[in-house]
């Protein structure tokens, strides 16, 4: 049964700082591997998605890299806002291919100016 | 584009009572999922439907649980009767396909069993 945690559960830095959450998963036969940003009272909203086959994926500030044989994927938060103060989520597809995300319970961030 | 639609946003009901939710995807998604996010932890799926058959529905509780998507568009999640523990964040989403395609997430119904 894959099982995703995230670590640390909650984080504070000061602004311009670089950063890194963690994602760890126990089956690494996935598809692929999802990073959300949930902000308070809002829906999930899509930050990258990572293929099986890919290491890395980077959007603007944000990078995201999958190593599948150790089970881990990191999110890399470059130069941080407080506008980047929010819950981010990481979910992975299993190999069944059916698109169901199994999610971690998510890191808190908060980035103080 | 519009995105994923969801009403209400907040519900509030005494235990026992029945209540349903209303999802309407990105136009020309075929698939939809509906998850239950509790509060501090990770959402998790309940159903999933690929244009209005059900793909997946082996965590959603069928005594209590309900939903339907006709006609391949909108759907309707429904819990008769509700438990205290069905408080939570009820998140719909949907994606052009399967597992090769993005998610994308409406903004959630706030239940709250009293």
């Known amino acids: 049964k894959q099982e995703v945690t995230q670590i640390p559960a909650a984080l504070s830095v000061p602004e311009g700082e670089n950063l890194v959450l963690n994602c760890s998963f126990t089956d690494s036969a996935i598809y692929n591997l999802q990073w959300f940003r949930q902000d308070p009272g809002k829906g999930l909203t899509s930050l990258l998605l990572i293929q099986s086959s890919q290491r890395e994926q980077t959007s603007g500030r944000l990078n995201a890299s999958l190593d599948k044989s150790s089970g881990r994927s990191t999110l890399y938060i470059a130069a941080s806002q407080p506008g980047d103060s929010a819950t981010y989520l990481c979910?992975?597809?299993?190999?069944?291919?059916?698109?169901?995300?199994?999610f971690g319970q998510g890191t808190t961030l908060q980035v103080k100016p | 584009e519009a995105g994923v639609a969801q009403s209400p946003r907040y519900k509030i009901i005494e235990k026992r009572q029945s209540v349903a939710f209303w999802c309407n995807p990105i136009?020309?998604?075929?698939?939809l999922y509906w998850y239950q996010q509790i509060l501090g932890q990770g959402p998790k799926l309940l159903i999933q439907f690929q244009n209005n058959g059900v793909v997946d529905d082996s965590q959603l509780p069928k005594d209590r649980f309900s939903a339907e998507r006709l006609k391949g568009v909108d759907s309707t999640l429904k819990i008769q009767p509700a438990k205290l523990e069905d408080s939570a964040v009820y998140l719909c989403?949907?994606?052009?396909?399967?597992?090769?395609?993005?998610?994308?997430f409406g903004p959630g119904t706030r239940l709250t069993v009293l």
């Open positions: 979910a992975v597809c299993g190999s069944s291919n059916t698109g169901k995300l199994i």
């Open positions: 136009s020309g998604h075929a698939t």
């Open positions: 989403a949907s994606s052009l396909g399967t597992a090769v395609n993005e998610q994308f």
